[in-house]
């Protein structure tokens, strides 16, 4: 992520996204790069989701494996018996705590075509500067 003003006019740039000069936005999408004129942007937002699906992974693993002690090893208490109420008890916790969240930013042209940039939480500061460096392009209506 470099925000920089040079004879190229390119007022944003970063890798895994794309640039952003005083007409135009250039989002790459791995080899492929496409082109959206500054005044044909109509509307950007920027959308947040949480990812559950580990978080429910992580659930029924540590219940199943709860209720597996419970009901088999309950009479056989040695070192085992104790280190997977442990790891159970873990990763229950981990279930409820775990926060995993998606971005996505969607353009929507005047044309009514609609441009979607999706990333993950790793990549959160640099989408976020991305949208807010649009948002001061665009013309205000």
Known sequence: MVAIETKNDIVYFDKKIGYITHNQLIITKGSKKNKIYINSIKRVNLFKSRVLLSNLICFLTS?????????????????????????????????????????????KENNDAVVEIKTTQIYRDQIKDFYKTILNKIPKT
């Open 63 to 107: 219940t199943s494996l709860l209720l597996y002690v419970y009901l088999y090893l309950k009479s056989n208490k040695n070192i085992t018996f104790y280190s997977l109420i442990v790891t159970g008890i873990v990763l229950l916790v981990y279930s409820f705590i775990h926060k995993f969240y998606i971005y996505k930013l969607v353009i």
